[in-house]
Each structure stands twice: as structure tokens, then as C-alpha cells.
């Protein structure tokens, strides 16, 4: 059982005469908790328990169990560098001892402490081992803090995405609903069978435009949750018809260039954010009547010309991106839309694309002449390749 009453406790492996319940009751005297074991083999199965230090005496320890705490010890997750004190003999340094001192090595955060130690020694070195290792778990503690609140703000930025396509896809969706509802009108007072029949083409017409609509919605949000084989244009082609209402609106053109372009593994319904992010920012820049340019072909890594992948590029004609937002830009908080932007739209891009093994670079001039912002995205074909 873990906890934090375990994670200041002091595992004591010294089997020789009384020297194990000796440093327990020093160490209970001085008001620290901890457990006298009989073999390292013990204390390193304790370990999972939660533990604050670790006091290991030379003879307990036998070539195997250094191994197998030094395997132990690798495996410990970043925030943990486990104190150990080591009480050795005292001896003349020679051949044997060198040697010795080598093989411990692999021991990692060891404190090496010659017997006889005096009392008052020996309790300082456990109290500052027992300090390091409380701001160990302060880290882990920040660390598990952070990470929930970025997960809370990655489904904070989801849903506003939500919230931004739900009116989009509702205007979209009542238009052709409207019409259909006029074709049946029609259709109930028609006077011939021909003229019904085109009534009733239109009417279905207009109900595949809103099964499009729907369908395309559906993939956004019911993707795999595992990587899976995905071809980036049919992500950008998607995007483009959920955003297809605002774009005539607005009078915007697309200027697609999709080249060759081979299919990556990756997670579709997160790629399909990050590009609906680009476009959407994109087509806040522009605002009304301007261009809209995104290409997509085979690349190699700028970084590592021998990675191959592909590079996505979406390029507007908008207000651009100040010098200085552009360094912070895909920090979290950060926004270029005064009060109507979240800040998190393009953090979440790119930490997306960090996790596809990918980088995503922005290049944008806001002075006169105005050249809008392009950003640049490369995903390789294997995300940890």
C-alpha cells in the first residue's frame, strides 16, 4: 500500500550483529520512520511502497544485487533519484576496494558512510537524504498537477472547436432542410407525375448535401483512438467542407495544391484539429474576400533531410502575426484575437504534432506589405521513426 506516510519511511537492510536494530531505534529516537529488513532483495520489493531512503550495509550486498538494483534504480521515473547510504568498512584504499567502488557505481544517488559514524553524523546524512527525496515527490506532485491541467485545457480548446463548427454545421444544415421542406410543398401540389420527379431529385439532392455534412462531423469526432493509416489531404479535404458555409460567406478562395503525397500512420481525429485550427485562424485573418492557399506533397525533415514525411502548408492573405507574438505564439494563453480567441488553439496544435514525431513553423509579416502568415507542418511517415 502506498501513501504519504510511506514516502518518508528509511528501508534498513544491516544484518551484521545488532547493527540493523541499533540504527532503528537512533533513527525512531530522532522522530523518522523506519523498517529494519533482512536482505536487499526484501528492500528492493518495499521500494513500490513508497520510500523515503534507502540504508544499506557493504555486506549485504552481493554482485547480484547490485545488478539487480542498479536495473531497478535505471527504471525510476524522472522526477526520482532514490538516496542511497552505503555503510562501508574501514579500510586502507587498495585493489579490492577500488574495485568494489566501481562495481557500486551503477547504485546511482549513493552517500557512502565508513563505520564506525557518529551518531550525530549518520542522523544528518539521513535527515538531508530524506529532504532531497521530499522535493522529489513535490516535483512528481507539480508534475501530475500539470499535466491534468493541460488535459483540461486541450478539452477546453476541443470544445470550443465544437462550438465554433456546431454554428457553422447548423447554418449549413438548415439551408438545404429548408429547401427540402419548399420541395415538399411543391411536390404536394404539383400537377404532373414529370414535374413531381424533379421536385423529388432536388429534395433528395438536398438531403446528400446534409448527409455529407453529417458524415464529415461524425469523423471528426468518433476517430480511432489508436494510430491507424491516414492520407493527410482527404484530413484537409474534410476540414474544408465542414468550413464550407464561412468560406462562401465570406468570399474566400481555396487554392489547393496537393501534390504526391503518401499516407502517414497517425491519429486522424487529432490531425483533423490541428488543420481545422490552421484554417479556422487562417480564415479569422482574412475576414472577408481573400485567398486561402494549402499544399500538401512528399518532403524530407528540414532538421533531418534522411526523415521522410509530409509537409502541409496553409497560407493566408490576412492581417499577419506581430514580431512580438510570433515568438510565443504556440505558447499556452497566447492569442492574436484580443478577446474572441482562447489562447490554446495553436499550443494544442503543436504539442499534437510533437507527439506525431512532427514540428510546426510559422512565418508571417504583419507591416506594409502585408504577406499574411504561413504555417508549415511536417508529420513523418512513422512518428517515432
Known amino acids: ?94 585493489r579490492e576496494n577500488q574495485k568494489k567502488m566501481l562495481a557500486r557505481q551503477p547504485l546511482g544517488n549513493m552517500v557512502l558512510l565508513e563505520r564506525p559514524v557518529r551518531p550525530e553524523t549518520f542522523v544528518s546524512t539521513v535527515q538531508a537524504a530524506l529532504g532531497s527525496r521530499r522535493r522529489q515527490y513535490q516535483m512528481r506532485d507539480y508534475l501530475v498537477a500539470s499535466r491534468v ?44 407525375l414529370e414535374e413531381t420527379k424533379t421536385y423529388t431529385q432536388m429534395a433528395a439532392t438536398e438531403l446528400a448535401r446534409v448527409s455529407e455534412i453529417v458524415t464529415q462531423t461524425l469523423q471528426f469526432y468518433r476517430e480511432p483512438n489508436k494510430p491507424a493509416i491516414v492520407q493527410v489531404t482527404e484530413i484537409v479535404d474534410s476540414a474544408l467542407t465542414l468550413y464550407q458555409p464561412r468560406l462562401r460567406a465570406a468570399e474566400i478562395v481555396i487554392e ?11 491519429m486522424a481525429g487529432e490531425l483533423r484539429q490541428v ?35 509530409v509537409r502541409l502548408t496553409v497560407a493566408d492573405s490576412g492581417s499577419g502575426i506581430p514580431p512580438e507574438i510570433r515568438k510565443t505564439l504556440f505558447e499556452p494563453f497566447v492569442s492574436t484575437k484580443g478577446d474572441t480567441g482562447t489562447g490554446l488553439g495553436l499550443w494544442v496544435s503543436s504539442q499534437i504534432v510533437q507527439r506525431h514525431g512532427g514540428t510546426i513553423q510559422v512565418k508571417s509579416r504583419a507591416s506594409s506589405p502585408c504577406t499574411g502568415a504561413v504555417f508549415s507542418v511536417f508529420l513523418p511517415l512513422q512518428p517515432h521513426s
Open 1 to 94: 500500500m502506498t501513501g504519504p506516510e510511506h514516502e518518508q519511511r528509511v528501508l534498513v537492510v544491516a544484518p551484521t550483529g545488532r547493527d540493523g536494530p541499533l540504527i532503528c531505534s537512533l533513527l525512531t529516537s530522532n522522530g523518522i520512520d523506519c523498517i529494519l529488513l533482512s536482505t536487499a532483495e526484501t528492500a528492493r520489493i518495499e521500494l513500490s511502497s513508497g520510500t523515503g531512503a534507502v540504508i544499506l550495509a557493504e555486506e549485504a550486498l552481493s554482485q547480484r544485487d547490485i545488478a539487480e538494483w542498479a536495473a531497478q534504480i535505471t527504471e525510476q521515473p524522472s522526477w526520482s533519484d532514490l538516496p542511497l547510504i552505503l555503510l562501508t568498512v574501514t579500510g586502507e584504499v587498495n
Open 149 to 192: 491541467a493541460e488535459e483540461v485545457l486541450r478539452r477546453s480548446e476541443k470544445l470550443a472547436v465544437t462550438g465554433r463548427l456546431a454554428a457553422s454545421i447548423a447554418h449549413e444544415i438548415n439551408n438545404p432542410l429548408a429547401s427540402v421542406t419548399n420541395l415538399l410543398y411543391l411536390i404536394g401540389g404539383s400537377s404532373s
Open 256 to 266: 489547393r495544391d496537393f501534390r504526391e503525397c503518401s499516407p502517414i500512420m497517425a
Open 275 to 309: 488543420i481545422l485550427n490552421l484554417i479556422g485562424n487562417s480564415l479569422d485573418a482574412i475576414g472577408h474576400d481573400g485567398t486561402l492557399k494549402i499544399r500538401a506533397s512528399n518532403a524530407r525533415e528540414h532538421r533531418n533531410g534522411s526523415r521522410p514525411g
